[in-house]
């Protein structure tokens, strides 16, 4: 760090927390290749109690799509 640079406190923070050896974007690279965050409205969220049952609904939907495509006259 540099001299003479001020560090603002967060509040949030306390005195134990030590991230002098921390380094920045550490895992980043792997975190952005292998990660698939979808967040949804708060409305469907209530809907789902986990994301399993989330995946399974979509699963469903994803069938029903297919199946609907298979069916139409080309």
């Known amino acids: ?3 003479g640079v001020r560090i603002r406190r967060d509040p ?3 005195d134990e927390y ?3 050896k921390g380094v920045r974007g550490k895992y980043a690279k792997r975190y952005a290749e292998g990660t698939n ?4 409205s ?12 989330v995946n399974e609904a979509l699963r469903v939907l994803i ?3 297919r199946h ?3 069916k ?3």
């Open 18 to 20: 030590d991230f002098s």
């Open 42 to 53: 708060p409305d469907v969220a209530a809907a789902f109690p986990n994301s399993e049952s």
């Open 1 to 3: 760090m540099k001299k």
């Open 63 to 65: 069938k029903v799509a």
């Open 72 to 74: 139409v006259p080309a």
């Open 12 to 14: 949030d923070m306390l």
């Open 37 to 40: 965050i979808v967040v949804l």
């Open 68 to 70: 609907r495509v298979k």
